[in-house]
């Protein structure tokens, strides 16, 4: 268990461009997280999978986001037409969830994005 | 909606300090309460949680928090701090029974000189 992995480390596009990230959980956890952290605020929730299904998703998260799960294991996040405004850092994690049970947070390192 | 602040943005402190970071946290249910940190060039890391129980728990690196449930405060000590403590720190809740969504503070940075 090597914990949550997040590709690309960073990313630098240029507006208008599409980005895609990567995001593979730990194993055996089923919940899966997407954050975004700007400089000097915490992270903030984007979308939140169980399993495959994405089950919220946060006002943050426009019509320009996407992300999915599809087999229930590693996830991505689409980013379309960029605007600088989405420079930030965006945070994986993970979780073991059942019913109202929740093991805390697992976070990956991060992807940071650029755009100029 | 809720909401966590964070008092203090950012603190520095000599070797051997006591430190104290205010969290309060607005939500009107019963909420799970977290510290993580993040060291320079890593991810965040769970630094210590609360449930239930005690109201006041410890965590790695002789950290502790204690949970006033009058106050909505889930503070962070450590009576003694080492240069290896800088680092920024983030208060979090979720609603318990819920997703295990977390909504943060900005954070605190602390810097610790040897």
């Known amino acids: 268990d090597t914990g949550v992995s997040q590709n690309p480390r960073h990313k630098i596009t240029k507006r208008g461009q599409n980005v895609t990230f990567r995001c593979d959980p730990i194993?055996?956890?089923?919940?899966l997280y997407w954050y975004r952290q700007t400089l000097g605020q915490g992270p903030e929730f984007l979308t939140y999978f169980q399993n495959e299904a994405q089950l919220e998703k946060s006002r943050l998260l426009s019509d320009r986001f996407s992300a999915e799960r599809p087999k229930g294991s590693f996830s991505t996040l689409e980013i379309q037409r960029t605007e600088q405004g989405d420079s930030a850092m965006y945070l994986c994690?993970?979780?073991?969830?059942?019913?109202?049970?929740?093991?805390?947070?697992?976070f990956g390192n991060g992807t940071r994005l650029t755009v100029t | 909606a809720q909401s966590v602040s964070q008092h203090n943005h950012h603190v520095i402190l000599s070797e051997a300090a006591s430190l104290e970071l205010g969290c309060n946290y607005s939500?009107?249910?019963?909420?799970?309460l977290f510290w993580y940190v993040q060291y320079p060039g890593q991810h965040l890391q769970l630094l210590l949680k609360y449930f239930s129980g005690d109201p006041l728990v410890k965590g790695i690196k002789g950290f502790e928090a204690e949970f006033i449930k009058s106050k909505f405060s889930f503070n962070l000590r450590k009576p003694s701090v080492q240069w290896s403590d800088t680092a920024e720190y983030f208060c979090a809740v979720n609603a318990r029974g819920n997703t295990g969504k977390l909504i943060f503070g900005q954070g605190t940075t602390l810097q610790v000189k040897p």
């Open positions: 194993s055996e956890h089923n919940r």
């Open positions: 939500y009107g249910g019963t909420v799970n």
């Open positions: 994690a993970s979780s073991l969830g059942r019913a109202r049970l929740n093991s805390p947070l697992h």
